[in-house]
């Protein structure tokens, strides 16, 4: 009995020492997978050919070292299992059939998952994009198969499932647009609104810091609107991606001074009040009457 004893304690302990040799394996291979992910990550960027692309590989980085982390843990544990003396075959029919259970119960995480899947193969959304998703603006801090972390401009974090996600509208592609729109007095000559708008666009793609995320000359779109107090006029430049904003910003800074120096009203809302006129075409006097206190 002590032999059999000794055995079955030999057998034990060859069994453990397999697993906790697959174990290792596994946590070797991470280890390779990852370092193998990232030098093909900083290959690649080295060679990316714009700072789109490089946004691209990054998060595509990330989704081959999280699935190739899972494929490895899975392998080893079902390993293990078989090392163990426990019958994979049975786990594996099992688990089909509470696959297809859950199936039914989890369609909205798998919707998250094939959802997550094919925005990263159609290339819709990359790690460092700005975007619009489900009602909320920001940058994208993080993006897996199952959900999009969102950061918006006063840092609020917005995790958004995949499968909730029907229209991604993205603000980083190639080039953007800074669209502007400002009004001038009534009583101002147009002719001149328009040439000193283009005189301070010129200055400002001089500027050694903001010029260079300009791509082309300001489009003076012309008059957008009549509104109460002022005439709208839009233009607009062709920008670098993500820079928009900026330039949007710095060009109304640098307008105002111009509109200052030239004269050119930027107005404000005001009222003004019009008795009317009799059949003479006179104006009848305004009458102030006061009311009884009630």
Not at 83 to 97: F, K, M
């Amino acid at each position: 009995m002590e032999t059999l004893s000794i055995f079955d304690t030999l057998h034990i302990s060859r069994e453990v020492l397999r697993v906790v040799l697959i174990l290792s394996i596994a946590w070797f291979l991470i280890v390779v997978s990852r370092k193998l992910v990232r030098l093909f990550r900083d290959y690649m960027q080295h060679h990316s050919a714009s700072a789109e692309d490089g946004r691209r590989i990054e998060t595509l980085a990330r989704v081959f070292r999280y699935i190739s982390t899972i494929v490895i843990w899975l392998v080893a544990g079902m390993l293990a299992l078989s090392e163990l003396g426990i019958s994979i075959a049975p786990i594996l029919g099992a688990a089909g059939v509470v696959g297809i259970a859950v199936g039914f119960g989890a369609q909205s995480l798998i919707k998250d998952y094939f959802n997550g899947f094919f925005m990263l193969l159609e290339n819709q959304i990359r790690q460092g994009d700005a975007v619009e998703i489900s009602g909320k603006t920001g940058v994208v801090e993080d993006i897996t198969l199952r959900h999009i972390a969102l950061r918006d401009i006063e840092g609020n974090v917005h995790y958004i499932p995949n499968g909730e996600i029907s229209i991604v509208t993205n603000k980083s592609r190639g080039y953007a647009y800074a669209l502007i729109e400002f009004g001038v007095a009534y009583r101002e000559d147009l002719d001149e609104v328009y040439r000193v708008t283009r005189e301070t666009a010129a200055v400002l793609r001089d500027d050694a810091e903001i010029g260079p995320k300009i791509l082309e000359d300001i489009e003076i779109q012309g008059v957008q609107d009549w509104a109460d107090s002022a005439v709208v006029i839009r233009c607009r430049f062709k920008t670098v991606a993500m820079e928009q904003w900026a330039v949007r910003r710095n060009f109304l800074s640098v307008l105002k001074k111009a509109f200052d120096a030239h004269g050119i009203e930027i107005p404000y809302p005001h009222l003004t009040l019009y008795a009317g006129q009799d059949k003479q075409g006179k104006a009848p006097a305004l009458r102030i009457v006061n009311l009884p206190d009630q």
